[in-house]
């Protein structure tokens, strides 16, 4: 289940969806039991959400990318280098970016747009930005 699962509209070109997981670091990357909870727990689940597209008969979305924030540089490369190892070599639907406020109680970051506007970075892929429309239907 995500912390979050929201849609951007983009004007005369449709929607995108995007499940949200806010990672503080707070359990490891991977456990050899899988009914613990752990990073590689989750993405086998979002694979297979992908491979069954179970996002279109669970919620009714047309489309779903999914967003990991995370709170360090070095731990958002070792979830995106097990997201490849998973996703043979690469991922389209799995998105990554840093918020190192995530790791603590401070006062959440002000609303600056970055998620938006900077680019999110993907497994074996290009980066992505999220205030890029889809391609018209």
Known sequence: MPD???G???QGYGARFFALECDRDNEPIRRTNLTQT???RKLLQYRQVFRERTYRSHWDLPNLLVVNL???E???RKMMELAAELCDGGSNFLLFKTMP????FARPEPPTGRLLTQAWLRPGRPSFLLEQPMERR
């Not at 406020?101 to 603590?104: C, I, N, T, W, Y």
């Open 74 to 76: 070095l731990h958002m």
């Open 4 to 6: 979050a699962v929201f």
């Open 38 to 40: 752990s990073y590689l």
């Open 101 to 104: 406020s995530l790791g603590d």
């Open 8 to 10: 951007i509209e983009y």
């Open 70 to 72: 995370t709170t360090s």
